[in-house]
Structure formats: C-alpha cells, structure tokens
C-alpha cells in the first residue's frame, strides 16, 4: 500500500513539474500602424529570447507560460510593449508600430488604410521587386496584382503600358511621393522617363476603382502610388550593384546613405544602364539619379528630392498581324466569322505578305546607305562613293524630365498637421 502511495506521489509531481515548466509558442504580426504593411526585420523581444520578423512580418517565439512582457522594435518607429499572460500552448500577439518622424510622403500620397479606407488595394513591397521585376519595366511586376493588365508593348525599354479594370493611364493616376506623373495634356505615363525608379521604391500601392486621393486627378479607374525613400538607417553606408541580363541587359548603380533619422540624412542613387532588346532596333541607353534629404528642425520636417533619367530607346509597333510574325501560324487560324483559314485569305497579298519575319521583326527598321557625291570642276562629273551601310530605327525615343520636390510637414498639434509640397518638373526630347 505505501508503495502505490508513493509511485503516485511521484507521478503526480512529475505530471506537475511537466506542466509548470511547458512553454508556450507566441506568434503575431508586426505592421505598420499607418499603412497597415507588414514591418520586415523588426525585432520581438522578450526576456533573452529575441527573434526578428520575416518577409511577411510575422514571427514566432516561444516563452515560458506565466506573465511575460514583449518588446517590438523597428528602425525609425516608435518601440511597443505589451504584457500578457501565457496559459496555453499557443498565444496570439499582433502589434502596429508608429512612425517616429512624420513620414510626409506617406500622408502626400493618400494611401488607403487596411480595413478603414473604403478602396479595394494592393501593396508591393521592395522584396517582391527585387525577387520578381528582373531588369523589366516597373509597371510589369503589377502583373501579379488582381484587376491590374501591364505589357510592354512593343517591347522598347520603357514602352510599358498600364491598365487597371479596362482603364488605360489616361484614366489611372500614377503618382510618386505624392507628385502627379501623368502627362499634363494627355493624361499618358511615360515609364521610359523613370529608369531606376527600382532602385529606390520604398512602397507601391495599388488602387483599384476610384481612389482615397484628396487632389484632382484623374483616378477613374485607380490609383497607383509609388513612394521612395531606401534605406535611411545607416550611416556611410555605401552600395553597389552590378546586374547583367539577356540580350545584352547590363546596369551598375551606387547607392549611398550619410547620416541618420535623428539628425538628417542624405540619401544618393546613380545608374548606367544598356540593352539590345530581344527585337531588332531596340537599343536602349540610360542614366538615372536620385538625391533625397531630410532634417528634423522643432517641429517641422524639411525633406527635398531631385530625381531623373535621361534616356534613348528604339520604339516598334506592337498592333501588327500575325503573319507578319509566323506565316505557319497565321494558316492554322480562321478569319473573323471563323470560316476561313486566315491564310488563304492573305494569299491574295503576294508571297511576301506571308513569309515568317520572327518575333524580332520591327517595321520601323531602315536600311542607312552613306553616299557621298563630289562635284569634279574640271571635267563638270559628279563621283559618287559609297560608304558604310546598315539598318537603322527611324523611331527613337529620346527624353529627359527631372523632377523636383521640396516637402515641409509642420507638426502643428498631437492632432493637427500642415503639409506644405512644391515641385517642378521640366522635360527635354
């Protein structure tokens, strides 16, 4: 009897112990307490234990039960703690953290909130830029986003085209730092003038339908906001890169960063970018820069930008026939009313109007032919020489617009806030 007595003595202790000394796992969700966006690589504390979030801004982490006091912290936001109890095996905790300088380009730029902004969006963060835009034109990596179509075209360098429930740029308003990108007498979006835009895309939000934006701008089908800024916490921070591609992509850029949040900063970008184009004719040269400052004085936030990308590309038509591009597949298809197959309809074209030119065939490709004509007084005859000879694109895009802005937010009260933005911009092409 005493030995049943104790063996379940100890069993009960053990059974005691086990559940005294259980931990529980703490998982949650860091974002941003403006935009709702997920915060990347802040740090969850408690205690010894310290994990960061990841790409999606969760983490996980796993405590003693009993009281326990978690810290989130993240570079220029204001740091949170929360106490809590710990009893079960596993235990929610989200957090938003709060910007500790006024992002003036956030408020500018009119995005929508998550669950208080009536507007259907999408947010795109750096990583997925970097992961999935590959060299391509910026617009193209909105592929992935629900309503929104972009395609570059004819497939000049930064020829790229939007659409967003139908709607093309001319009904979409695209602005960067709260800026209006849209063509002022058409309404348009010239991509080619925004090489390197890329390199320093801090957010970009899309949205669909009519947007949450207090200007007069044409966001009828949606509105796609663009802000900069890059890495602003380290100080002398020096980057390059160097990319290279197919069909002869090749870009460097050096990025820098001197001083920091609390006492002003300075932030640089520079490229140099070539391609040949998978088409003939497509040849493309650009430049691009990117200057931001920022300083805290009282309680003003002063920041000025300068951005721009002069840039010459060849352009191709991209509404063409299909057999000008492979006569065996214009022949499988049918005619309009479905009858007909298309290539007997073209057969009364000529032979020429069905021959396979390739997926790189450019209409506006010319043969160049130097001739040079000298005019002999003595004998009154004209000799004529000829030179080099080669096929050149009688369509080229070549233009340079700058951008320039200088930004004041007055932090009036705890609840009042004056933001006061002048830009200029001037094109060249």
């Known amino acids: 009897m005493k030995s049943l007595l104790a063996l379940a003595l100890a069993i009960g202790l053990g059974l005691f112990s086990a559940a005294f000394g259980q931990n529980c796992n703490v998982t949650g969700l860091v974002q941003d307490g403006f935009t709702g966006e997920p915060l990347i ?17 969760r983490y996980s982490l796993s405590l003693p039960q009993g009281e326990a006091t978690i810290s989130f912290s993240y570079i220029g936001y204001e740091a949170a703690e929360k106490k809590v109890v710990l009893t079960g095996a596993s235990m929610t905790v989200n957090a938003q953290l709060e910007s500790l300088v006024l992002g003036e380009a956030v408020v500018a730029a009119d995005l929508a909130i998550d669950r208080k ?42 020829d790229a085209r939007v659409t967003i429930r139908g709607f093309d740029q001319t009904n979409l308003a695209v602005m960067v730092d709260g800026v209006p990108m849209n063509d002022m007498e058409n309404g348009w979006v010239y991509w080619s003038n925004w090489a390197g835009l890329d390199l320093v895309v801090r957010t970009t939000q899309v949205q669909r339908g009519l947007g949450a934006s207090k200007l007069a701008i044409p966001s009828v089908g949606g509105t796609i906001n663009i802000l900069t800024g890059g890495d602003e916490s380290g100080n002398g921070r020096l980057t390059f890169l160097s990319e290279v591609g197919n069909y002869g992509y090749y870009r460097n850029s050096l ?6 949040q609390e006492k002003g900063f300075l932030h640089f970008v520079g490229s140099y970018k070539t391609n040949q184009g998978f088409a003939e004719g497509l040849e493309s040269k650009a430049y691009a820069y990117y200057l931001k400052g920022r300083k805290s004085i009282g309680n003003h936030n002063v920041s000025f930008t300068a951005f721009g990308a002069p840039q010459r590309h060849g352009q191709r038509a991209y509404q063409m026939q299909v057999y000008e591009f492979d006569a065996d597949l214009a022949e499988q298809l049918t005619d309009e009313n479905g009858q007909q197959e298309l290539g007997e309809v073209i057969s009364g074209l000529g032979e020429t109007a069905i021959v396979s030119r390739g997926r790189g065939f450019n ?17 009154g005859q004209v000799d004529t020489t000829y030179g080099e000879s080669r096929r050149y694109n009688s369509r080229q895009n070549y233009y340079f617009k700058p ?27």
Do not use: H
């Open 41 to 57: 690589g802040a740090y969850v504390m408690s205690g010894e234990a310290i994990v960061p979030t990841d790409i999606d801004g």
């Open 363 to 379: 209409e506006f490709l010319v043969n160049y032919d130097e001739v040079y004509y000298n005019f002999n007084e003595a004998t």
């Open 255 to 260: 990025a820098g960063v001197i001083g920091n």
């Open 117 to 158: 902004t009536p507007v259907a969006f999408t947010n795109v963060l750096p990583a997925q830029i970097q992961e999935e835009l590959a060299g391509r034109d910026l617009p193209l990596i909105l592929n992935s986003t629900p309503g929104v179509y972009a395609t570059q075209q004819g497939g000049g360098d930064g």
């Open 403 to 429: 951008i320039f802005t200088a930004r004041d937010v007055w932090s009036i009260s705890d609840k009042s806030t004056l933001i006061t933005t002048a830009y200029a911009s001037f094109g060249k092409g």
